[in-house]
């Protein structure tokens, strides 16, 4: 009689586990998301600009502007390469957030965007303005 009430208890444990597994596998999480076209392009690009300036002197602080120019060039081709092109609705929004910037840091607008240039083409999620890249036309 002991053993027949054990084992159905058992047996009604082992039913709502099982529920509760399908349930989470019904409605849980799928686990991670995969990166997109876009942040795959931004990461190989970005790192064959890194190693395209890797060795690049950085002694006088014109050589660090020079390394970093590179670096952006070349990441800005490869993303062309890539089939994306800079986004003109990030261009118009940067101008006026490039100019804000520049009167809070005493820069000029140029040293400014550019900045802001360097920044913005290595995010590949959206925010809370145009991402820099989309897809060419």
Known sequence: MNVLRIGGGLLL?????????????????DGPVPPSALSQAINQCDLIAS?????LPEVLPFQKLEKAARQARVLDQCMQDQGFQENPDWVRAAMVKSAHIAKQQQISEGEAYEKLRREEMLQGTASDHPLYWRKRL
């Open 13 to 29: 444990l082992l039913v709502f586990a099982l529920a509760g597994l399908y349930g989470y596998n019904l409605y849980g999480d």
């Open 51 to 55: 190693k395209a300036a890797a060795n």
